[in-house]
């Protein structure tokens, strides 16, 4: 059900962005990588509960409460993005552009990785954090009011779709009928609901469509 709602929350994500509201689009693709990473920790608990741990419903909502948790937990690929004329930039266009097998390539390798292990690292609290700026009106530092629409719509854009993608992904992995092979209980509980759980297609926005 989970899983449900993060399909619902980034198809309304994608319709926004295309209507240019990039901050509110990005603040329902944060929620819906949450929705995301919380049908993930349901799964986890579910394969404890099945190994005999005694699950209780306080014990859900705590480990399902937790804004950056869920974020880590719906991070399932890592995206690496760099302007040009930066290490990690050069990098990327080395590993493009020199043989496979040559020095030049096994280093930039090598920068790219440390690169992206410190990305995935950073992403889940930077996303959170982000999701804030997104949704409210607030003051920095210096004490000047920071606007959601102020930030930047690229970076804004570019989460949006690499939180569709990483749901398309999932959703690819757990049709229905592995769901309830691996988990009946589950889905004797999504059974039970009217209407019946759908998972969405994902929908990318126009600009970003794959």
């Not at 329902?28 to 699950?55: H, K, N, P, V």
């Not at 266009?93 to 990305?119: F, G, N, Y």
Request: proline share 4%.
């Amino acid at each position: 059900m989970a899983l449900e709602q993060a399909g619902r929350l980034l198809q309304s994500a994608a319709i926004l962005s295309d209507r240019g509201d990039r901050s509110t689009a990005f603040v329902l693709a944060m929620f819906g990588r949450e929705e995301l990473g919380r049908s993930r920790l349901l799964r986890d608990l579910a394969e404890r509960a099945r190994d005999g741990e005694q699950i209780t419903p306080s014990r859900v909502r705590q480990i399902c409460e937790d804004h950056v948790s869920k974020q880590q937990k719906s991070q399932l690929s890592s995206m690496l993005a760099a302007n040009r004329g930066t290490s990690v930039g050069d990098a990327l266009q080395t590993m493009l552009t020199s043989p496979i097998d040559s020095r030049e390539t096994k280093q930039a390798r090598e920068i790219v990785e440390v690169a992206s292990e410190a990305t995935g690292r950073r992403a889940p609290s930077d996303r959170h954090d982000q999701r804030m700026r997104a949704l409210y009106v607030d003051l920095d530092s210096s004490g000047r009011w920071r606007r959601p629409q102020d930030l930047d719509e690229r970076v804004l854009e570019r989460e949006v779709f690499y939180a569709i993608s990483d749901y398309a992904g999932e959703r690819d992995r757990l049709r229905d009928e592995v769901l309830e092979d691996d988990f009946p209980a589950m889905a004797k509980a999504r059974t039970a609901k009217c209407p019946g759980l759908v998972l969405p297609m994902p929908t990318w926005p126009q600009s970003l469509a794959v």
